[in-house]
């Protein structure tokens, strides 16, 4: 049964705005949570991790969340650019070496 | 560096073909993963190893799917007889010795598709 589900398959947003991507989990090993970022004909290159002692994380336009309360943790691009279009995946890990992702979110940034 | 080389990038096989997968590592990673994507499960880790030993192959689906890295230069996975859901994305990715999950370098994946 799948850990990590991210449950909007796609997210379309203006240039300039907010994108507001999301992930909720269900193992409560977890302790630290990371997202990728995919594009097209590529694997996915690492973008921002959250460990589970801290409730944000922030990295330029990126800024990850987390609420551990709710076993949830959120990204947020601002501003929206049109190079991040891409899949993201988020994925948690309880174990050093294993990760579990999201079956990902296809963000499309509009001009 | 050129990153973690897959191949083939594409490969289109009939149910039944055996079908082998093949990847490199960057130079001097000591850890190994494989990957399968698909649209509705994501990303799946399917075997770990750690200096060319298997640590981890719970991801594994079953007995079709094999397997190997003779050094540390080089992995293959096999799936023997191949079936047409085990058509998906497969990376590979490695990681450097005494590191975290985030500086996992993914290649850019075998696309498979059985008929």
């Known amino acids: 049964d799948q850990q990590v589900k991210q449950n909007s398959p796609s997210l379309s947003v203006q240039e300039g705005r907010i994108s507001i991507l999301n992930c909720d989990y269900t193992?409560?090993?977890?302790?630290?949570f990371l997202w990728y970022k995919k594009y097209p004909a590529e694997g996915p290159t690492f973008l921002i991790s959250?460990?589970?002692?801290?409730d944000k994380n922030e990295d330029g336009r990126f800024t990850v969340f987390l609420n551990k309360s709710a076993k949830h943790l959120s990204l947020h691009i601002v501003p929206s650019q049109p190079g991040d279009s891409a899949v993201y995946f988020c994925?948690?890990?309880?174990?050093?070496?294993?990760?579990?992702f999201g079956a990902g979110t296809t963000v499309t940034v509009r001009a | 560096d050129a990153g973690v080389i897959q191949s083939p990038r594409h490969e289109v096989t009939e149910m039944g073909q055996e079908v082998t997968l093949r990847c490199k590592p960057i130079?001097?990673?000591?850890?190994l993963f494989w990957y399968r994507q698909t649209m509705m499960r994501g990303l799946e880790l399917l075997i770990y190893?750690?200096?060319?030993?298997?640590?981890?192959d719970s991801g594994m689906p079953e007995d079709r799917f094999s397997a190997k890295m003779p050094n540390a230069s080089f992995s293959t996975l096999k799936i023997q007889p191949s079936e047409p859901r085990d058509s998906a994305v497969y990376f590979c990715?490695?990681?450097?010795?005494?590191?975290?999950?985030?500086?996992?370098?993914f290649g850019p994946g075998t696309r498979l598709l059985v008929l």
């Open positions: 994925a948690a890990s309880a174990v050093d070496y294993k990760l579990s």
């Open positions: 193992n409560s090993m977890f302790d630290y």
């Open positions: 959250i460990s589970s002692i801290k």
């Open positions: 130079s001097g990673h000591n850890s």
């Open positions: 190893f750690n200096n060319n030993v298997p640590i981890d």
């Open positions: 990715a490695s990681q450097p010795p005494s590191t975290g999950a985030e500086t996992q370098y």
